[in-house]
């Protein structure tokens, strides 16, 4: 009713919906013919019009997935789902930057750390992220543990123009609505095509008035891209994407072979991320490391200094308590700092053999924390105790599993039973 604008008492002629004439584009890409720049512009003002069912966006989605789209196609569509949007402009800044992970790592909770260092050194920091589309969280999700994430547009830039940065989730703040309405269906389906996964990353980024962005893509053989080559292809398209749209994009390859910290799942991700701006001994080195090379990057973009100078500045002023405290300025700024919620059901899983952690299964590692709730549940997901390298002993701690609930708990065990080799311990 809010979306046709009528309320109660309003007179309401209901009829036979219209034909939608860009579904015989989509049945064009489904005979494998490629879609100009009208023809995608044509379906994403339709999607975002929500005259398409859920049925016939799972159609476009699928026949644009598993390299269906090429270059001039990925670049159209990026397009079209800018103009179908609000944008964000910044007169008053030359460069405002941004930063994207493609997922695939549980854990890899960079960005909130990645803002916090940059803005603390004055650098504009207009970050808007995703919910979870194949992960047990997204950015957007862990912050919403912290404080608040929902956002209207001049809301965002407010807080833009008093701290310099802003956490907030891009549905809310409406810069890219083609894209909500295509991750909800991605997420059902449990995909995210490399052509829809650049034009969502880029036109949120171009949208939000962005001008240099950092890409993060982990490689590993059961991260989200498995191989340097598979990487190498994914990076050259973001760049050429970036340059046709106005933007400058660098991308990191980046190690996948491994979780990232020792929380997966909204709340135990947040504890990481505060854990690693409070400086606490038992913080996760391999998310600081991996925040500050991310870090060092962007303030490489902007001034050109060299990744060893850029190195020194930014842990620099992760040591001395700067990011603490522009991430308190931040919270401060988007309704305070909310005191983490706690899970209501917990298991300890113990090592069943002694030796050292080869290898574990990102994938279904990922399944396992969403089998407990993860999303959807903030505080449902997992908590290491052991990564890969590890020695462990009989009985030792492996990771303790988080749930709202008795049945998801269990649902989740019952997974993990049937695929305990997820953590693979050898001599």
């Known amino acids: 009713m809010d979306r046709l604008d009528v309320s109660e008492g309003h007179d309401v002629n209901v009829g036979h919906a219209p034909i939608v004439k860009s579904l015989s584009t989509v049945r064009k890409k489904i005979y494998g013919n490629v879609l100009n720049e009208n023809d995608m512009s044509e379906i994403m003002k339709d999607i975002s ?5 859920d049925i016939e966006i799972a159609s476009f989605l699928s026949v644009c997935s598993g390299g269906r789209l090429n270059l001039d196609e990925i670049i159209n569509l990026t397009k079209a789902m800018v103009i179908c949007g609000k944008r964000l402009y910044w007169p008053d800044h030359e460069k405002v930057f941004d930063k994207h992970c493609i997922g695939g790592l549980p854990g890899n909770r960079t960005t909130p750390l990645v803002v916090a260092i ?4 004055g650098l504009v920091f207009p970050k808007t992220s995703s919910r979870a589309i194949t ?3 997204g950015t957007a999700d862990t912050m919403e543990t912290l404080f608040k994430v929902d956002y209207s547009l001049p809301e965002m830039e407010r807080i833009v123009a008093d701290i310099g940065a802003c956490m907030v989730w891009g549905g809310a703040v409406n810069l890219s609505p083609a894209d909500d309405l295509l991750i909800r269906i991605e997420r059902e389906l449990d995909i995210d095509g490399e052509g829809q996964l650049i034009a969502s990353v880029l036109s ?5 008035g962005s001008s240099h962005v950092i890409i993060d893509i982990p490689v590993g053989e059961t991260a989200k891209v498995r191989t340097r080559t598979d990487a190498d ?3 050259s398209l973001f760049t050429k994407v970036g340059d046709a749209c106005g933007i400058q994009v660098r991308c990191l390859l980046t190690d996948g072979s491994k979780p990232v910290g020792a929380g997966i799942g909204p709340v135990q991700e947040a504890l990481d991320v505060l854990s690693v701006l409070k400086g606490e001994d038992d913080a996760p080195q391999d998310l600081s490391k991996r925040a500050l090379v991310l870090a060092a990057n962007i303030f490489d973009m902007d001034s050109q200094c060299g990744m060893e100078s850029a190195m020194e500045m930014v842990s620099g002023i992760l040591e001395s308590g700067q990011a603490w405290t522009q991430f308190l300025r931040i ?4 309704g305070g ?8 059901y917990s298991s300890l899983q113990k090592a069943d053999r002694k030796g050292v952690i080869q290898a574990i299964d990102n994938r279904r590692l990922a399944r396992l924390a969403k089998l407990a709730g993860a999303p959807f549940d903030k505080t449902a997901g997992l908590r290491l105790h052991a990564n890969v390298g590890n020695r462990v002993e009989y009985d030792d701690p492996i990771f303790t599993l988080f749930s709202d609930s008795p049945g998801e708990k269990d649902y989740a065990l019952e997974y993990y039973k049937n695929n305990a080799d997820i953590f ?4």
């Open 118 to 121: 940059a803005s603390a050194a």
């Open 424 to 427: 693979s311990i050898r001599d």
């Open 204 to 208: 949120k980024k171009i949208a939000a």
């Open 135 to 137: 992960s047990p969280a």
């Open 233 to 235: 292809y994914l990076a």
């Open 337 to 344: 700092l909310k005191e983490l919620p706690q899970a209501k």
């Open 49 to 53: 019009d929500h005259k398409y069912r």
């Open 331 to 334: 919270a401060s700024a988007q």
